[in-house]
């Protein structure tokens, strides 16, 4: 059974840093991109970066790019999330999902990814 747990967030005052990190079992191979999606207070959820498997090729929302880091460690099976400068309108739970072995790219559709994490909290004050 493939499970992802999401953990590293926090409240953290604006212009602050936290690293996520989502560490992913149940899975024999790290062929498949995995992502980082988010939803704010009374938003929709949004796209906010992913990878693929072969670590190559990264995505990043607008709103996040040259603030935020993603990447993957295949020995600890683990995405990271780095965000530095961080701004109130960050303010989210963070989640990460994983796509199928099928796909092994990056994509900003949540639709295409298979498997979920519950969500870290990430909260961003002024």
């Known amino acids: 059974q493939v499970q992802l747990a999401e953990s590293g967030g926090g409240l953290v005052q604006a212009g602050g840093s936290l690293r996520l990190s989502c560490q992913i079992s149940?899975?024999?191979?790290?062929?498949?991109?995995t992502g980082w999606f988010r939803q704010g207070p009374q938003k929709e959820r949004e796209f906010v970066a992913a990878?693929?498997?072969?670590?190559?090729?990264?995505l990043y929302a607008d709103s996040v790019k040259g603030r935020f880091t993603i990447s993957r460690d295949y020995a600890r099976k683990t995405i990271y999330l780095e965000m530095n400068s961080l701004k109130p309108e960050d303010t989210a739970v963070y989640s990460c999902?994983?796509?199928?072995?099928?796909?092994?790219?990056?994509?900003?559709?949540?639709?295409?990814?298979?498997?979920w994490g519950q969500g870290t909290q990430v909260t961003v004050s002024s």
């Open positions: 999902a994983s796509r199928s072995l099928l796909y092994s790219g990056a994509s900003v559709d949540a639709h295409s990814y298979t498997y």
């Open positions: 149940g899975r024999t191979s790290s062929s498949y991109g």
């Open positions: 990878i693929s498997g072969g670590g190559a090729e990264t």
